[in-house]
């Protein structure tokens, strides 16, 4: 199994840049795929952007195409989410989640609060 935490979390003018990250502790970061996904007060959780377990393939949310990079550091159980050029509505709650390869199963972490406002 695996633990993450996220971190990177903060307050951000609209235009900024952010970047979180995940970090975890346990199995090796190579048996499993990463993603991020965030939630905003009254709306569902949402996928932002994942990557595959060996780095090669990732995928993004339309919302944040060209803005927004997940990126991984196996050797260092790391995942990173770049954001660039943010804006008022990618305010949320930004979680890390694991998923084993094998079994399927989810690891979450308990997010980190990205907040975009002038």
């Known amino acids: 199994q695996v633990q993450v935490v996220e971190s990177g979390g903060g307050l951000v003018q609209p235009g900024g840049s952010l970047r979180l990250s995940c970090s975890a502790s346990g199995n090796s970061l190579s048996f499993y795929n990463m993603g991020w996904y965030r939630q905003a007060p009254g709306e569902q959780r949402e996928l932002v952007a994942r990557?595959?377990?060996?780095?090669?393939?990732?995928d993004y949310a339309d919302s944040v195409k060209g803005r927004f990079t997940i990126s991984r550091d196996n050797a260092k159980k790391t995942v990173y989410l770049q954001m660039n050029s943010l804006k008022p509505e990618d305010t949320a709650t930004y979680y890390c989640?694991?998923?084993?390869?094998?079994?399927?199963?989810?690891?979450w972490g308990e997010g980190t609060l990205v907040t975009v406002s002038s």
């Open positions: 990557i595959s377990s060996g780095g090669g393939k990732s």
């Open positions: 989640n694991a998923r084993n390869i094998f079994n399927r199963m989810d690891y």
